[in-house]
Nanobody, 120 residues
């Protein structure tokens, strides 16, 4: 089973940028979807962005236009570029790998998370 390790989080001022990385221990090609989620204590985990093996991307309305999810299959790494950061972007960001085996059998793997704090 693949292991995911996020990095790139930290403290950034409003309007700044960060590039988060999700390094996998195995081939990310084995997973149908690679996703970034974020979560604030007391709130539900929110899907931020997703990218399929075919390169199809989707973004949450809250980050659309100022974020980019990408993948480097050779490096087994998924990235999330965040620009024009706002205080409300503050959260723990998690990497998620999804393998659809059947309509009723889905395998998910989660990273440990990386904290992004947007504050002046």
């Amino acid at each position: 089973q693949v292991q995911l390790v996020e990095s790139g989080g930290g403290l950034v001022q409003p309007g700044g940028s960060l590039r988060l990385s999700c390094a996998a221990s195995g081939s990310i090609v084995n997973y149908d979807h690679m996703r970034w989620y974020r979560q604030v204590p007391g709130k539900e985990r929110e899907l931020v962005a997703t990218i399929t093996n075919g390169g199809v991307t989707n973004y949450a309305g809250s980050v659309k236009g100022r974020s980019t999810i990408s993948r480097d299959n050779a490096k087994n790494t998924v990235y999330l570029q965040l620009n024009s950061l706002k205080p409300e972007d503050t959260a723990v960001y998690y990497c998620n790998a999804v393998q659809v085996r059947s309509a009723s059998r889905v395998l998910e793997v989660w990273g440990q998370g990386t904290l992004v704090t947007v504050s002046s």
